[in-house]
């Protein structure tokens, strides 16, 4: 868990990738001064004239190159402050960190620290001596900067596009509702013999607490199927994903018939805990995401309805995807078919409220959106099988309670009126 945990930080960093990068860097300017010194020992009076390199046009070069790649690293931070400061405003504060953590960001920033401490330190071991290699390879480097360079801006410039960005968060959603739903070694189980549960209950129980406060950022299910199982007890986990939890909270109750309670503490290592909620198996921070770049656009100061609808569109997807795998799992066990766990997952009614409550109250009479609303349950119903459509029947009135009926006109109360028929058609329960 320790290793998880420095993954996530280090995923999460900006520091990592341009450290990597320099230093290959510096490893590769001595390599090069190594095979110039070696050819020039062997074979400088054999090598034609346009491959020496003089010291003037060394330094020269290496100068240029020096002052050149720190401009270009100095317009992509800005770049990435440009992008970052219209998250924060304009989307959303929790999107930072999906740009931060793109891969392309962090590989430019990684190959200009390459470019420039290349260039800088070869500028120090200018000598008297030609060049051979030592040039060539910071041509070929100052090219690959530029490449990387130009590209950057045609990728922040993407990224700032609202509809890329929710593009982008539906993709990534999938994603983690994959990872989340992938088929695991161990058993699980929508219900369990009651009368063995019922005689669990009655063992000695430890309460084990959570040694910092924070979000639950990461769980090994596997890891903890295999610890209950090495000490043959059960757990009793009273937190989910993206909880946030208090020092000292009782994250889980470990059910011990021998009462080996002495060595239980190991497995609060199990839960990875941080500062900020990770998009690794957090479905519900991925739906949160589109959540607030929707209730962002159909603020007043933004008044954007139409990209709020694109969002309610993508979290309707997302919904669909979930349905499609979802299983309440309560109960968790070996290989061998002996009950590890006892789980309290969060339940499809959650999704759908967690995706639409905060729409609901902030759509101030606004008929698009209640509109979108509406339609994205009719056709997430369409797609869905009968346990996930009685789930949404049962919300879609928490909706339609907060509309003015009464006070629609004629045009707009028609409108509504024609897609929840549709809705109604598709799930309303037989009687």
Not at 248 to 262: H, L, R
Not at 268 to 287: C, H, K, P, S, W
């Amino acid at each position: 868990m320790n290793r998880t945990k420095f993954w996530i930080d280090t995923r999460d960093s900006f520091w990592f990738v341009p450290m990597i990068y320099s230093i290959a860097s510096i490893i590769l300017v001595f390599l090069t001064n190594l095979v110039d010194t070696w050819i020039i020992s062997h074979f400088g009076d054999q090598l034609p004239k346009v491959l020496l390199t003089g010291e003037d046009v060394a330094v020269w070069l290496y100068g240029s190159l020096v002052t050149a790649i720190l401009t270009m690293t100095t317009i992509s931070f800005s770049t990435i402050m440009v992008v970052l400061t219209t998250y924060s405003t304009q989307f959303s504060p929790r999107t930072l960190q999906d740009f931060m953590r793109s891969s392309m960001t962090h590989q430019v920033l990684g190959v200009d620290c390459f470019g420039f401490i290349f260039a800088l330190i070869n500028l120090l071991l200018v000598d008297k001596q030609p060049l051979v290699t030592g040039p060539i390879v910071m041509v070929i480097i100052a090219v690959v900067n530029l490449a990387f360079f130009v590209y950057f801006i045609h990728y922040s410039s993407r990224w700032i596009q609202v509809n890329n960005l929710v593009g982008k968060l539906r993709n990534d959603a999938s994603k983690v509702i994959t990872h989340a739903y992938k088929k695991e070694k161990y058993g699980e189980y929508e219900v369990w013999n009651e009368d063995e549960i019922n005689k669990l209950k009655r063992w000695p129980k430890k309460d084990i607490y959570a040694p910092r406060s924070g979000y639950v950022q990461y769980m090994e299910w596997g890891h903890i199927v295999k610890w209950a199982k090495k000490y043959n007890c059960v757990l009793d986990l009273h937190v989910q994903m993206g909880d946030f939890i208090p020092k000292g909270f009782p994250v889980m109750s470990v059910y011990d018939k021998k009462e080996t309670m002495n060595i239980k503490e190991e497995i609060a290592a199990t839960l990875v805990i941080g500062n900020e909620r990770t998009d690794i198996e957090d479905i519900e921070f991925m739906i949160q995401k589109l959540v607030e770049i929707a209730l962002r656009a159909i603020s007043p100061a933004i008044n954007d309805p139409h990209t709020a609808i694109n969002c309610i569109n993508r979290i309707g997807t997302t919904l669909s995807e979930i349905g499609s795998n979802y299983k309440e799992i309560y109960y968790i066990s070996d290989a061998s078919g002996n009950l590890r766990i006892l789980n309290h997952p969060k339940k499809y009614e959650d999704y759908l409220y967690k995706s639409f409550y905060q729409m609901v109250h902030f759509a101030q009479g606004d008929v698009s959106i209640y509109y979108s609303l509406i339609e994205v349950l009719y056709k997430l119903a369409l797609v869905s099988n009968t346990a996930i459509r009685q789930k949404i029947w049962n919300f879609h009135f928490y909706i339609i309670d907060t509309i003015a009926w009464d006070k629609l006109s004629d045009l707009d109360h028609n409108h509504l009126l024609s897609i929840y028929e549709k809705l109604e058609d598709s799930c309303k329960p037989s009687q």
